[in-house]
């Protein structure tokens, strides 16, 4: 399938899936990571890498932003001629689609759609009804995009959401929650669940 206008993005629908290139580029999105990053080094340059690749070479990275003198990244940013993407396998599309997003191939708003169209892995409190809670640490929800993405350390107790249910849920929930959404190689989105909800309503209203 295609994803995207006039980007000549391919995604191979076979699973695993791959995920190949040649595209016009948007700004990479920006991530909490590269936000604490950034406050540790003002008046400076952040550089966006590409998880792909082994190693920090010139042709691992995306392109750089601008870091101000209070350590926040701007909207200036430089992509890097010498960047060479490299095929990536994903067990499925929405591992692919936040790895396009990741390079900047590919907007927010495809990512919320691929979010609420896939399958998700949460943790889970063993002692409630699976997939009627929500494991919150402050106000964040840890969302894995697959299996394989998953921490290893982590307490044994899992439940899968689709994303439409996720949103239903976040609705419900008395206060704000953001969605820490990990992918394959630690890549990371952060999506506010107002974000998601709003998605939802969209798609409601199309329909």
């Not at 998880?51 to 990244?73: C, K, M, N």
Request: proline content about 7%; aromatic content about 6%; some cysteine.
């Amino acid at each position: 399938m295609r994803i995207g206008h006039g980007r000549n993005v391919l995604i191979e629908t076979n699973s695993p899936r791959t995920v190949r290139h040649n595209a016009c580029m948007v700004k990479p999105l920006i991530t909490r990571e590269m936000r604490e990053r950034a406050r540790r080094a003002p008046n400076s340059w952040l550089h966006v890498t590409d998880p792909g690749h082994d190693g920090t070479s010139t042709e691992a990275v995306i392109g750089r932003y601008l870091v101000d003198s209070q350590g926040e990244i701007t909207d200036q940013y430089v992509p890097n001629p010498r960047y060479r993407a490299r095929e990536v396998v994903f067990e499925n599309e929405l591992e692919s689609v936040m790895y396009l997003v990741h390079r900047g191939h590919a907007d927010k708003a495809e990512l919320v759609n691929a979010v609420l169209a896939a399958e998700l892995v949460l943790p889970a409190d063993p002692s409630r009804e699976p997939r009627r809670h929500l494991v919150v640490r402050g106000d964040v929800v840890d969302v894995f995009a697959s299996e394989r993405a998953r921490p290893p350390d982590w307490p044994p107790h899992w439940h899968l959401f689709r994303g439409v249910e996720l949103a239903v849920v976040l609705d419900a929930q008395e206060r704000p929650a953001t969605v820490l959404l990990t992918a394959q190689g630690g890549v990371q989105f952060e999506i506010p669940g107002e974000v998601l909800v709003d998605g939802l309503r969209d798609v409601i209203t199309m329909g």
